[in-house]
């Protein structure tokens, strides 16, 4: 196992025992305790993936999470200390594939890790190149992209399959668990508010601007929202 995990958070005994875990797992890790040495071992370090803590001194989480995103496709979990749903969604908006909340189980953080190394190791195929057409909307499988009247609209990769499991089954109802299961690879540990917060990011960069909202309240409707009730 050689993948390298990049651990930011400026509380020393949080970075050395996480680093301590993923070791013993036997990744490489390398530790930042702000958000300038954080880019800086970006650019020297090239992790596979990031454990981004928010409050960091000179830059925040949220800044290196936006600037990494810019340059890079490189999975980040975000530390938050804070409880407020809205700060969880700027992170997710930034570009984060995850969050979890301090204090926080160890045991919960490694698995939400592995589960990310093991899809960029091992990235699934698509289950057909079929594309996927439904008024303005277009999704093409073999180039990860979707259209919306002909301009591709910009996914992180987490929404994108969130969107194309959806788009394949519109009329099946998936539970948050089996979302997290199917996109995010790990079992559900009690909260599912990550993918309420990307199936809200779909919605509002494609949703207000489909000339076929029938479909969408289809797609996101009965295969998400109704579950729900």
Not at 110 to 139: H, M, T
């Amino acid at each position: 196992m050689n993948e390298k995990i990049l651990v930011v958070d400026d509380e020393p005994s949080i970075t050395d025992l996480i680093k301590l875990d993923l070791e013993f797992e036997g990744y490489q890790v390398e530790t930042a305790y702000d958000g300038r040495e954080a880019l800086e071992k970006v650019e020297n370090f090239h992790p596979d993936l990031i454990i981004l803590d928010i409050m960091l001194p000179h830059i925040t989480g949220y800044e290196v999470c936006r600037k990494v995103n810019e340059k890079y496709n490189i999975p980040i979990i975000l530390l938050t200390a804070k409880t407020d749903i809205v700060d969880k969604v700027l992170g997710l908006e930034l570009g984060a594939d995850d969050y979890i909340t301090k204090p926080f189980d160890n045991r919960e953080l490694l698995a939400r890790v592995k589960a990310l190394i093991r899809r960029i190791s091992n990235p699934q195929k698509e289950d057909n190149n079929e594309i996927i057409e439904n008024g303005d909307l277009k999704i093409i499988p073999n180039e990860r992209k979707v259209l919306l009247k002909d301009k591709e609209i910009h996914l992180t990769p987490k929404e994108y399959d969130l969107l194309y499991l959806l788009a394949q089954h519109p009329e099946q109802v998936f539970p948050r668990e089996n979302l997290l299961e199917k996109i995010w690879g790990y079992d559900y540990f009690g909260d599912t508010r990550t993918v309420d917060m990307h199936i809200q990011r779909i919605r509002k960069k494609i949703g207000d601007h489909s000339s076929n909202p029938k479909y969408l309240q289809t797609v996101f409707g009965v295969g998400y929202k109704m579950r729900r009730v």
